[in-house]
């Protein structure tokens, strides 16, 4: 049986491919983050926990912020260091942050805060946040009103063994408040695109964790049915993907 676990330290193997194809984020993104949590990024001490690649942490550091960044795995953490070599890291997990109490104004997760167990992960960001400052755990998500991502979508769920981890990108201030009762959340969605080529569509999906924990063998036909269907619907071979930033903020 594949665990949580399993599925969280796939993307080791697929550190560089992830780095090169997933998806990054928006301006306007970054521009909720700061009107929510009611300060400028620029001179903030932000903490980017699961920090992966650093597709989250760049434009935190380019916006201004004075970032240190954790991030567990060891292929992630070597990609996060060959492309971010000015920006602290620490190799730690968001359910035991090796930081002194108070010590940032901004803990931030990028696809990332489903990975850990809120119970720990709440009170660890709460604990090392200063007075005033806030938690923003935001994640991409395909944006199935486009009917051929939600055909895709229901193809993958068919194709794909094992569970499906708990869409927590909807219910993340539902899971805050239960863990802090009468706790203030914002929840805000932003949406965007990008262009790709078919090839880096299709490569794209392959560093998605169930992909990265499959057989090679398995994977192939999946992907290679994939790529005859969606350059069905994008003959030219460029792929206009669709997405929403589903972003909550949380107060200390």
């Known amino acids: 049986m594949t665990t949580t676990r399993d599925f969280a330290t796939s993307f080791n193997a697929v550190a560089a491919e992830y780095a090169a194809l997933r998806p990054t984020y928006p301006p306007a993104l970054y521009d909720a983050v700061e009107e929510l949590t009611g300060r400028p990024l620029a001179g903030a001490r932000v903490l980017d926990v699961g920090a992966g ?17 954790a991030e567990p795995g060891p292929g992630m953490a070597a990609q996060f260091r060959a ?8 190799r730690g997990s968001g359910d035991a942050l090796p930081f002194a109490d108070a010590s940032f104004d901004l803990v931030t997760y990028a696809q990332a805060w489903h990975w850990t167990e809120p119970a720990r992960s709440v009170p660890q960001a709460l604990r090392v946040l200063r007075p005033g400052g806030a938690l923003a755990l935001w994640w991409n998500v395909r944006d199935r009103s486009e009917p051929w991502i939600d055909a895709q ?3 993958l769920k068919r194709a794909l063994p094992g569970e499906h981890p708990a869409d927590v990108t909807r219910t993340a201030p539902d899971i805050v408040r239960s863990l802090r009762p009468g ?11 990008r262009v790709v080529p078919l090839a880096a569509h299709i490569a794209n999906l392959a560093t998605h964790s169930y992909f990265a924990v499959l057989d090679p063998a398995l994977a192939r ?6 790529e005859e269907a969606v350059g069905a619907e994008f003959p030219d071979g460029r792929v206009t993907e669709h997405y929403t930033v589903r972003l909550t903020v949380v107060p200390r």
């Open 83 to 90: 492309a971010l070599p000015h920006v602290p890291l620490v």
């Open 183 to 193: 706790a203030a959340t914002a929840y805000r969605e932003v949406s965007w695109s």
């Open 153 to 155: 979508e229901r193809r």
């Open 221 to 226: 036909p999946i992907l290679a049915a994939e």
């Open 53 to 69: 690649t650093g597709l989250g942490t760049r434009p935190l550091s380019e916006r201004g912020a004075n970032v240190v960044a």
